[in-house]
């Protein structure tokens, strides 16, 4: 069965300092990887997501995250912080036919 | 449309009471999903629609919930009898279903509570 693990549901950075948001997963076969935010009173958008192609994903608004197989991690980050990421992110994990696992979440504050 | 819309945004309602949440997905999306928000508990998968037959609705909490898709488009969540554990914020997803890796596009959400 297919399971997300994000750690730390609140994380605090300060503006342009690195952001770094944690996500491990496991999975019984190669697993497809996502990471979607939601801002307050909005949907979730989805910001990159990883399909067995190159293991650095790139995304929007800045963000990317690297698929580490042995560490079973997707780990997303950011270089600089802007006060526009506060947010809440979520780690997601496919094992295909459609079915997604959400993390519980990950707060994210920005600290001016 | 643009994009995902839920309709009401926001619904009060009586414990016992039988509420419909409404979902119109993207047009010309076939996978509609259905995903429930708790407050600490991230999202918990509810039902997914292909066309208008739901594959899998192991994530029904309880025979109080149900959903149909008609048209291959609108979706309706009845949660019947409703109690106060079913308070939070219900989502809506749609897909073009092209395959594995298909992005989900949210709704807005509904944002239920139950006194």
């Known amino acids: 069965a297919q399971s997300v693990t994000q750690l730390g549901s609140h994380v605090s950075v300060s503006e342009g300092a690195l952001v770094l948001l944690r996500c491990n997963y496991s999975s019984s076969v190669p697993p497809y990887l996502f990471w979607y935010v939601q801002y307050p009173n909005q949907g979730l958008q989805l910001l990159l997501k990883y399909t067995s192609a190159a293991t650095l994903v790139k995304g929007i608004n800045g963000f990317e995250a690297e698929f580490k197989k042995s560490e079973t991690s997707f780990h997303l980050t950011k270089p600089s912080a802007h006060m526009s990421d506060a947010a809440e992110y979520f780690c997601?994990?496919?094992?295909?036919?459609?079915?997604?696992?959400f993390g519980i979440g990950t707060k994210l504050q920005v600290i001016p | 449309g643009a994009g995902v819309s839920q309709s009401p945004s926001n619904k009060v309602t009586e414990k016992g009471k039988d509420v419909e949440l409404r979902c119109d997905p993207i047009?010309?999306?076939?996978?509609l999903y259905w995903y429930r928000q708790s407050l600490g508990q991230g999202l918990e998968f509810l039902i997914y629609?292909?066309?208008?037959?739901?594959?899998?609705k192991s994530g029904l909490p309880s025979d109080r919930f149900s959903a149909e898709r008609t048209g291959g488009s609108v979706s309706t969540l009845t949660i019947q009898r409703t109690q106060q554990e079913d308070s939070a914020v219900y989502l809506c997803?749609?897909?073009?279903?092209?395959?594995?890796?298909?992005?989900?596009?949210f709704g807005p959400g509904t944002r239920l509570t139950v006194l």
């Open positions: 629609f292909q066309g208008n037959s739901a594959p899998d």
């Open positions: 997803a749609s897909s073009l279903s092209e395959g594995d890796t298909d992005t989900q596009y």
């Open positions: 997601a994990v496919s094992e295909g036919y459609q079915k997604v696992t």
């Open positions: 047009s010309g999306h076939t996978a």
